[in-house]
T-cell receptor, first 112, second 113 residues
Framework: SQQGEEDPQALSIQEGENATMNCSYKTSINNLQWYRQNSGRGLVHLIL?????REKHSGRLRVTLDTSKKSSSLLITASRAADTASYFC????????????FGAGTQVVVTP | DTAVSQTPKYLVTQMGNDKSIKCEQN?????MYWYKQDSKKFLKIMFS???????INETVPNRFSPKSPDKAHLNLHINSLELGDSAVYFC????????????FGPGTRLLVL
């Protein structure tokens, strides 16, 4: 069954703006990861946040995790046209070790 | 150098045919995976191998048979292709079966006519 669900399904912003997308999941997790997929390409790992962490930064990316609400958010600051891609959250659930479960992604379009 | 490579990139075939997709990783990882991404971009794991041994086998029709000749290769053979098999198939690898980060190949776009 699908574990992570991203919201919104699609997001259109202008360069320089911030983009925020959310992920909700259903079961207890070891960690939650965010991946990016450019059109016609494979997924690229962006950031991993563990269940005992609340916030993590990597460059222009900021990820938060609220295990009580079973949700995470990904913020991309000062977006660029090159950030145009689909963004997926993936959960490593405690009851399915080593098996990532992905959501259907948020499609982000950044216009110059 | 390509870390995870797949061949072919595109595959168009008729219903009922048998086809194979090949995957190779040069990262020295122990664990490899096959995922299926449908038209709505939902990505679902199919199989995982750790050091040539099957460790994850999701509810996949037995027309799909993975084979791992060595830990750097994981191939996917599909028998009697059906229209519903049309999708993008991604291979991925990770350091080991408990590793957190997975590295994905570029995908194989399969279209069954």
């Amino acid at each position: 069954s699908q574990q992570g669900e991203e919201d919104p399904q699609a997001l259109s912003i202008q360069e320089g703006e911030n983009a925020t997308m959310n992920c909700s999941y259903k079961t207890s997790i070891n960690n939650l990861q965010w991946y990016r997929q450019n059109s016609g390409r494979g997924l690229v790992h962006l950031i991993l946040i563990r269940s005992n962490e609340r916030e993590k930064h990597s460059g222009r990316l900021r990820v938060t995790l609220d295990t009580s609400k079973k949700s995470s958010s990904l913020l991309i600051t000062a977006s660029r046209a090159a950030d145009t891609a689909s963004y997926f959250c993936a959960t490593d659930a405690t009851d399915s070790w080593g098996k990532l479960q992905f959501g259907a992604g948020t499609q982000v379009v950044v216009t110059p | 150098d390509t870390a995870v490579s797949q061949t072919p990139k595109y595959l168009v075939t008729q219903m009922g045919n048998d086809k194979s997709i090949k995957c190779e990783q040069n990262l020295g990882h122990d664990t490899m995976y096959w995922y299926k991404q449908d038209s709505k971009k939902f990505l679902k794991i199919m199989f995982s191998y750790n050091n040539k041994e099957l460790i994850i086998n999701e509810t996949v029709p037995n027309r799909f048979s993975p084979k791992s000749p060595d830990k750097a290769h994981l191939n996917l053979h599909i028998n009697s292709l059906e229209l519903g098999d049309s999708a993008v198939y991604f291979c991925a690898s990770s350091q080991d079966s408990g590793s957190e980060t997975q590295y994905f190949g570029p995908g194989t776009r399969l279209l069954v006519l």
